[in-house]
């Protein structure tokens, strides 16, 4: 089997709630997605999808990740789109860095293999250990109240798994978190998400002032892994980290040097599929839990989370992220779709989805016959 075309599209995704506000005063409302299909003269393709969160929350964004692809794509015509380890070994000989970029072709590349195969992805990364699993929902950064609506709206919509996004005054923050875990009951989890909004002293108060709320984790404080280990030699909550950790190297140090009892698995900021699996493992070997998700994105990201979740210990899968479910437009029908707080993997053949070519209009790049 060989690669005839990669295809390159814009897919814009509105947030369903309004505003997605950060720390450090990042507001979301729409973004441009950025979705690859692999097309094979099999007749089988597949599909892909990254969505960076905007321009200052990672080093990515979407122009990025488009120009990046515009390098990789011809390098990939006529390779086997069944041999992973192949494509990624061309694809790092052509560009060095740059991970997320080169998701959407890794993730189109396992989903054109599975359809080959009569497989579905989840089987491919091990086999479907549970069929379904727990979602979580970020709460935007806003007033103690009107965060706290915002939870229990979601809660009687069936979650029980929140993400607070905090990281501005600690007092406040701690105010914040309080009465969102005062709100909610024994079988909810709440984690405090800074997102690197603090400097060590900011995320030593704010620890000092949250350290004794049942139920509740602390996530990614600072900006350094530094930081963070410092953080936590002052605190006994959990602590969850995130934009620090993007390859072996530092989920290890994380663990080892950053007590880390949880990390955010983002599949376009590792890379993908191939380098989520090698993460994943990792962290079941280690003892560490896994919230499996990504930047942004719609159907197709979280098709491909989906896939992850359902593959991964039920012990060692903290919460996952079904970002479709946080957007206002769809191209495979709304597929997966949540229920009642939980999701499952789509168990056809590859992401087991089926995008709407016509609704993408013209690509932005085509490569190979």
């Given at each position: 089997m060989k690669i005839t075309a990669i295809e390159v599209y814009n897919f814009d995704l509105t947030y369903v709630h309004g505003v997605y506000t950060m720390s450090g005063g990042r507001d979301v409302t729409v973004l441009p997605s950025t979705l690859v299909r692999v097309i094979s003269d099999s007749g089988h393709e597949g599909w892909g999808e990254v969505c960076p969160l905007g321009s200052a929350y990672l080093p990515q964004h979407a122009d990025g990740a488009r120009a990046a692809?515009?390098?990789?794509?011809?390098?990939?015509?006529?390779?086997?789109?069944?041999?992973?380890?192949?494509?990624?070994?061309?694809?790092?000989?052509?560009?060095?860095?740059?991970?997320?970029?080169?998701?959407?072709?890794?993730?189109a590349c396992w989903d054109l293999t599975g359809k080959a195969w009569g497989a579905s992805v989840a089987d491919m990364l091990g086999g479907v250990r549970q069929q379904r699993?727990?979602?979580?929902?970020?709460v935007p950064l806003g007033s103690p109240e009107?965060?706290?609506?915002?939870?229990?709206?979601?809660?009687?919509?069936?979650?029980?798994?929140f993400q607070l996004k905090i990281g501005g005054d600690p007092s406040v923050d701690a105010v914040r978190a309080k009465h969102i875990v005062d709100s909610t009951g024994p079988e909810d989890l709440v984690i405090g998400d800074a997102n690197c909004g603090w400097r060590l002293n900011e995320a030593l108060i704010a620890a000092r002032a949250m350290e004794h709320l049942p139920r509740f984790y602390f996530e990614q404080p600072c900006p350094t892994m530094e930081e963070c280990i410092e953080v936590?030699?002052?605190?006994?909550?959990?602590?969850?980290?995130?934009?620090?950790?993007?390859?072996a190297g530092t989920l290890i140090r994380a663990v080892r040097e950053g007590g880390a009892g949880a990390f955010n698995l983002k599949v376009s900021k590792v890379g993908g599929l191939t380098k989520a699996k090698l993460l994943r493992d990792l962290a079941q070997e280690l003892g560490v839990q896994v919230t499996v998700e990504d930047t942004w994105g719609g159907d197709i990201v979280s098709a491909a989370s989906a896939h992850i979740a359902a593959s991964t210990r039920s012990r060692a899968l903290l919460s996952v992220s079904f970002m479709n479910d946080w957007t206002s437009e769809h191209v495979a029908s709304y597929q997966p779709r949540s229920r009642d707080g939980f999701?499952?993997?789509?168990?056809?053949?590859?992401?087991?989805?089926?995008?709407?070519?016509?609704?993408?209009?013209?690509?932005?790049?085509?490569?190979?016959?």
């Open positions: 692809l515009r390098l990789l794509a011809p390098a990939l015509i006529g390779l086997d789109p069944t041999n992973h380890a192949a494509i990624y070994d061309t694809m790092d000989a052509v560009l060095m860095g740059h991970a997320y970029a080169k998701s959407p072709i890794d993730v699993f727990p979602l979580y929902f970020a009107r965060m706290t609506r915002y939870v229990l709206d979601r809660r009687a919509e069936g979650i029980h798994r936590r030699r002052h605190t006994s909550l959990p602590m969850v980290y995130d934009e620090i950790v993007n390859d999701g499952s993997a789509p168990s056809g053949p590859g992401l087991g989805i089926e995008v709407d070519v016509a609704a993408l209009g013209a690509p932005l790049l085509r490569c190979g016959s």
